[in-house]
């Protein structure tokens, strides 16, 4: 049986304001197995922010029942504390101290000893390849830099879950890919990482299991490839050298139509949930008829597609 680092079941939370009283979370479960990412999508509004704050014990839920890292977060918060890091959106990183001074800090207000923080600085230095910048002001660190720096200084106490808040906001493309191999490396050690994003793409690339929040519950759940199949829009495009190879496909294929887009109106697009048993059953019919495509392509919704039709937004927004 998998162990989880998050157990919560029946969730709530509410506010009072001057309308009345707000329900941000309504009622929700989640179970996070150990050693896996686990990613919180959700449009602004949906309850993420005040879910992390529940988990992370900054404030307490109205109703429910929650254990994280084995302990009943009711009950035992500071030992919740204990085995849990957060690195939020904004960096907790001082900027007029050095990387190795940022880690030390750190190190001090967990409580190490002095020997005992040194050697835990040097390695996460190393470990996060920040040793040539190690005794240079943080200001002076490029932004993927500091991340990584904000990240390490998230490890000093080896916590056992890191509640992670869009880590890679602002980054290029390529720092982007890096932070997304720490973290990759940072499961792989042993340690759960609970996700909020707001790029879809990043969710899509490292999660092992992604819940959508709306308006405080939630509205669908699983892996990312899970999700895409729970709405329509899937196709395989088939492109042929001639109008009449083109017209024997849809003659034995039964169903498609010709891609719009394609000037030349050779593609033919045909309706599918891009698994390995529809495209199998589509090429047979294809190989029984003698008609071989030129190129053959599948296309299956992405994550901002799941996104926009489950949460009814119009917009293509961010998942924040």
Known sequence: MTNLAIAASGLRKSYRDKKGEKVVLDGIDLNVPERTIFSLLGPNGAGKTTTVQILSTLIPADGGTVQVAGFDLARRPDDVRGAIGVTGQYSAVDKLLTGEENLLLMADLKHLPRKEGKRKAAELLERFDLVEAARKPASTYSGGMQRRL??????????????????????????????????????????????????????????????????????????????????????????????????????????GFIDPSDDDRLTLQVPSDGGVASLRELLAALDAAGIEPAHLSVHTPDLDDVFLTLTGDQQKETAR
């Open 150 to 255: 904000d990240l390490a200084m998230t490890l000093v106490g080896d916590p056992r879950l890191i509640f992670l808040d869009e880590p890679t906001t602002g980054l290029d493309p390529r720092s982007r890919r890096a932070m997304w191999q720490v973290v990759r490396e940072l499961v792989a050690s042993g340690v759960t990482i609970f996700l909020t994003t707001q790029y879809l793409e990043e969710a899509d690339q490292l999660a092992d299991h992604i819940v959508l929040l709306d308006h405080g519950r939630l509205i669908a759940e699983g892996t990312a490839d899970e999700l895409k199949q729970l709405i329509p829009g899937g196709h395989v495009s088939l492109r042929f050298t001639d109008d009449l190879a083109l017209k024997n496909a849809l003659t034995a294929l039964g169903r």
